[in-house]
């Protein structure tokens, strides 16, 4: 990991190549006050202090705040160091500088009015006559825990839980045994939760816990990076009604000890009761694909199929299971993420799902 004084040093370097590019000033100082920004003693000190002087010879001040990580967290932290230190100054500037922001912390730099600049080459500078944009450029420096990794099969087990639960206060252990992970990984999702303002600590006595703070923006991101195609889909015909099918499929399956759930529409059909669809689709448990093809007398095709089991990329797809009407269906977050991004009026029927089953709950 980069840490704050070799950010400081290519950010320099960075700022000198803005500068000599745009030509809308030149550099005339460049000025380094050092990592004191904590020391009360010596009150608040800009990390880096950049003179510039414009062609029709006005001058501006960049009070530079450096931080190792472009976390929403530690952004709203400099925002405030800046704010300070710009504060009764009419021709000073804060910028926050790390080795890569993002677009959510971009967004946080651009509504308090403080610019910013990374190492990617990302930077937005808007004072005086200046107005300096380059956006859109890649992180050079990916963390191992990403946004992906977060909803990666094993991870999103954890946020299963988390966005399933009403309002609950978790300690760590208490998720890992809820969801069936590592205490390890566990530790991991809390912590780029909590990084990027997606969840809270909550002090309860002695005992430190955490919560989410903001659902529906994690489950939206996921639903985002998440589609049912990364399920192993089988296609198969019943000559039987799909209504007809769905409605016997629960005793034969359970009476033979195969795990299933009801998803998408026809999961849907379950909580949305007038949604028509013309197929059916069904979690398997892993392995047991083909038997439950031959106890549903059902034909494997290569088109026309009117029922889709499903092997699940995760058993995780398996929590927090609804028992309606006799027959098992998965959770209305599970739910939500298979029918998001499912082209048969799944989106419409995933509003409906989020507004009506899973917000209430939050």
């Known amino acids: 990991m980069i840490n704050e004084i070799q950010t400081l040093e290519k950010i320099k370097e960075s700022l000198i190549k ?32 950049v003179d510039l002087e414009t062609p029709n010879n006005k001058r501006y001040r960049l009070i530079v705040e450096v931080k190792s990580s472009g976390q929403p967290r530690l952004v709203r932290m400099a925002i405030n160091i800046l704010q300070t230190l710009i504060d009764n100054k009419p021709n000073a500037y804060g910028v926050f500088a790390a080795p890569y922001i993002s677009e959510d912390s971009q967004q946080l730099c651009k509504e308090a009015d403080i610019g910013f600049v990374d190492m990617a080459g990302n930077c937005f500078l808007k004072f005086g006559e200046i107005y300096i944009s380059i956006e ?21 087990r954890a946020l299963r839980g988390l966005l399933s639960s009403e309002k609950r206060d978790w300690l760590t252990i208490e998720l890992a045994q809820e969801v069936n992970i590592s205490l390890g990984l ?45 399920n192993n ?18 005793g034969i399956l359970s009476g033979n000890d195969i795990k299933y759930a009801f998803s998408l529409t026809s999961g849907a059909s379950f909580v949305a009761p007038h949604l028509r669809y013309r197929r059916s689709f069904v979690y398997i448990e892993s392995g047991k694909i083909n038997e439950a093809a031959e106890l549903l007398k059902l034909k494997r095709v290569t088109s026309g199929a009117n029922v889709i089991l499903m092997e699940p990329y995760d058993e995780g ?28 009026r799944g989106e419409e029927a995933a509003e409906f799902i989020l507004q009506q089953r899973i917000k209430n709950r939050w």
């Open 186 to 230: 566990a530790s991991k999702v809390k912590q780029y939760l909590l990084e990027n303002e997606l969840a809270k600590g909550v002090q309860e006595g002695k005992l430190r816990k955490f919560k989410l703070t903001n659902p529906e923006q994690l489950l939206t991101r996921w639903s985002d990076e998440y589609n049912y195609k990364k």
């Open 18 to 49: 803005i500068f000599e590019s745009a030509q809308a000033a030149r550099i005339a100082k460049v000025t380094e006050q050092g990592f004191v920004s904590q020391d009360r003693s010596q009150g608040l000190r800009p990390d880096l202090i």
């Open 317 to 344: 797809v398996f929590y927090g299971l609804q028992d309606i009407r006799g027959a098992k269906v998965v959770s209305v977050i599970q739910l939500y993420l298979d029918l998001r991004n499912f082209k048969e």
């Open 136 to 156: 859109g450029k890649k992180n050079p420096y990916p963390s191992s825990w990403s946004l992906k990794t977060l909803f990666s099969a094993k991870s999103s």
């Open 233 to 250: 889909l089988n296609d198969y015909y019943s000559i039987e009604d799909i209504k007809t099918l769905e409605r016997k499929l629960p």
